[in-house]
């Protein structure tokens, strides 16, 4: 099994939120950092950002400064590119073996990765 994560969002804040969460992610604390965005989504906005960040006792100087970082945009606009180019609609979105999940629940996956699974037997 494979975990892939693709930065796929629009809502007003999202790109913002993701370029915070890679830069946290420079000191090692993107998946912390990813957590309380997700937990917080209803009130993100800069000062909210800045206030998770120093909650993670990152070094402040130096996530200031990586979120100027030109190449996490850039990273940003793949992956919204890919998603569109994928025809993804919401996140999250499964796909197993290239093929996206019709069913979105537990026993769809399930059923999913066995049927995939009876293919290479």
């Not at 915070?20 to 800069?46: C, I, P, T, V, Y």
């Not at 006792?57 to 130096?62: A, D, K, T, W, Y």
């Not at 996206?100 to 699974?117: D, H, T």
Request: hydrophobic share 45%; proline share 2%.
């Amino acid at each position: 099994m494979k975990l892939v994560i693709k930065h796929f969002s629009i809502h007003s804040f999202a790109r913002k939120a993701a370029i915070a969460a890679l830069a946290a992610g420079k000191q090692g604390r993107f998946w912390e950092f990813h957590e309380k965005l997700f937990a917080n989504q209803k009130e993100l906005s800069d000062a909210k950002v800045e206030m998770i960040a120093q909650e993670l006792r990152l070094n402040m100087e130096q996530f200031k400064q990586d979120l100027k970082d030109p190449s996490l945009g850039l990273l940003i606009d793949r992956d919204l590119n890919d998603g569109l180019q994928a025809k993804i609609r919401a996140t999250p979105t499964i796909f197993v073996n290239g093929r996206l999940l019709s069913k979105e629940s537990l026993s769809g996956l399930r059923e999913a990765i066995e049927a995939e699974l009876k293919k290479r037997r």
